[in-house]
T-cell receptor, first 113, second 109 residues
Framework: DAGVTQSPTHLIKTRGQQVTLRCSPKSGHDTVSWYQQALGQGPQFIFQYYEEEERQRGNFPDRFSGHQFPNYSSELNVNALLLGDSALYLC????????????FGPGTRLTVL | EDQVTQSPEALRLQEGESSSLNCSYTVSGLRGLFWYRQDPGKGPEFLFTLYSAGEEKEKERLKATLTKKESFLHITAPKPEDSATYLCAASGGSYIPTFGRGTSLIVHP
C-alpha cells in the first residue's frame, strides 16, 4: 500500500521565482492538506483540497495557491518567492474533510536564495 | 484561537530511563488529539489519535493519554532508536490540526 508521495525531494530557487510542488495521496484517501514547516517549528497549515476545491485556508498570502486533480493528487504553487519561504513543505492526506487522522509525506525541502 | 504547547522543548535520557512528554492544548470542541514522530528532514510519522478524556493508546514502548486540558506521551525504557522529535497536534471545530513546536528527544546508549 503506497503511502503519501511528494516530489521533488529538494529544490533550490532564487527570490522572485515561482515553484510547483507535487503530492500523491495515500491509496484510498481523497483529501490533501499542505503545511509549511520552518526549522525548529511545528507544521503550519496552508490549505486543504477536497473534490478539487480549496475547502479551508490558513493564514498564508495568495502567493500560495493550489490545485487538486480528479485522481486526488495535488499541487502547491508559490509565486514571487521570498527568502522566508525557505522551509520543508509537507503534504498530508486523509479521507473527507472531517477526517481526524492525517498521514504525511516525506516533504519537499525548498531553499530560496 | 487554538493553541498547543509542548514541554519540555528538549529531553535527554539514558537508555532505559522512562519519562513523559507533555502537550497542553486550548481548542474549542476537541475533535482529536494527535501524536506524531518526526526524524530530521523527514515527514511526521503518525503514532496515535485520541478523542476523549480518559482515553489511552499504546504502541511498543509508547503510551499516550488524554485529559480535558493536556495529553502525555509516556516512553517506557527508551532505546536510542526512539530519538526523534515528537509532535502533538489538536483539532477543533474546523478539523484542521494545530501543531505544537515539538519535543526533541535524545536517548543515549
Amino acid at each position: 500500500d503506497a503511502g503519501v508521495t511528494q516530489s521533488p525531494t529538494h529544490l533550490i530557487k532564487t527570490r522572485g521565482q515561482q515553484v510547483t510542488l507535487r503530492c500523491s495521496p495515500k491509496s484510498g484517501h481523497d483529501t490533501v492538506s499542505w503545511y509549511q514547516q520552518a526549522l525548529g517549528q511545528g507544521p503550519q497549515f496552508i490549505f486543504q483540497y477536497y473534490e478539487e476545491e480549496e475547502r479551508q485556508r490558513g493564514n498564508f498570502p495568495d502567493r500560495f495557491s493550489g490545485h487538486q486533480f480528479p485522481n486526488y493528487s495535488s499541487e502547491l504553487n508559490v509565486n514571487a518567492l521570498l527568502l522566508g519561504d525557505s522551509a520543508l513543505y509537507l503534504c498530508a492526506s486523509s479521507t473527507g474533510t472531517s477526517a481526524h487522522t492525517q498521514y504525511f509525506g516525506p516533504g519537499t525541502r525548498l531553499t530560496v536564495l | 484561537e487554538d493553541q498547543v504547547t509542548q514541554s519540555p522543548e528538549a529531553l535527554r535520557l539514558q537508555e532505559g530511563e522512562s519519562s513523559s512528554l507533555n502537550c497542553s492544548y486550548t481548542v474549542s470542541g476537541l475533535r482529536g488529539l494527535f501524536w506524531y514522530r518526526q526524524d530530521p528532514g523527514k515527514g511526521p510519522e503518525f503514532l496515535f489519535t485520541l478523542y476523549s478524556a480518559g482515553e489511552e493508546k499504546e504502541k511498543e514502548r509508547l503510551k499516550a493519554t488524554l485529559t480535558k486540558k493536556e495529553s502525555f506521551l509516556h516512553i517506557t525504557a527508551p532505546k536510542p532508536e526512539d530519538s526523534a522529535t515528537y509532535l502533538c497536534a489538536a483539532s477543533g471545530g474546523s478539523y484542521i490540526p494545530t501543531f505544537g513546536r515539538g519535543t526533541s528527544l535524545i536517548v543515549h546508549p
